[in-house]
Nanobody, 126 residues
Framework: QVHLVESGGGSVEAGGALRLSCVAS????????MAWFRQDPGKAREGVAA????????YYADSVKGRFTISEDSAKNILYLQINSLKPEDTAMYYC???????????????????WGQGTQVTVSS
């Protein structure tokens, strides 16, 4: 089992910034891929960014490219998402996800990730 706990969400004005954190525990040595997803009520879950541990490979959704940065502190088992230039449409519950499969082709498919955190809310006002 891999346990994930997100934090860092909050309410900010458009143009502001947030840094989300995801602390992983348990069988962290088995993790090969980690990602951030977001979801608003009534909408589909959207892949935001993904990173593959060890290789330094990362991916971003077109909607967040250039504004979001995914990174990890492997020594502390923490995944980060730096969010800059926030827009109202970024408002969502943000989830951390992980799995043990190193596969790049479907990095933004939520169904492939075995482990999920409880989420942290990001609210952006105009």
């Amino acid at each position: 089992q891999v346990h994930l706990v997100e934090s860092g969400g909050g309410s900010v004005e458009a143009g502001g910034a947030l840094r989300l954190s995801c602390v992983a525990s348990g069988a962290t040595s088995s993790v090969k891929a980690m990602a951030w997803f977001r979801q608003d009520p009534g909408k589909a879950r959207e892949g935001v960014a993904a990173i593959f541990t060890g290789g330094g490979t990362s991916y971003y959704a077109d909607s967040v490219k250039g504004r979001f940065t995914i990174s990890e502190d492997s020594a502390k088992n923490i995944l980060y998402l730096q969010i800059n230039s926030l827009k109202p449409e970024d408002t969502a519950m943000y989830y951390c996800a992980a799995d043990a499969v190193c596969r790049y082709s479907d990095y933004d498919n939520f169904r492939r990730y075995a482990y999920w955190g409880q989420g942290t809310q990001v609210t952006v006002s105009s």
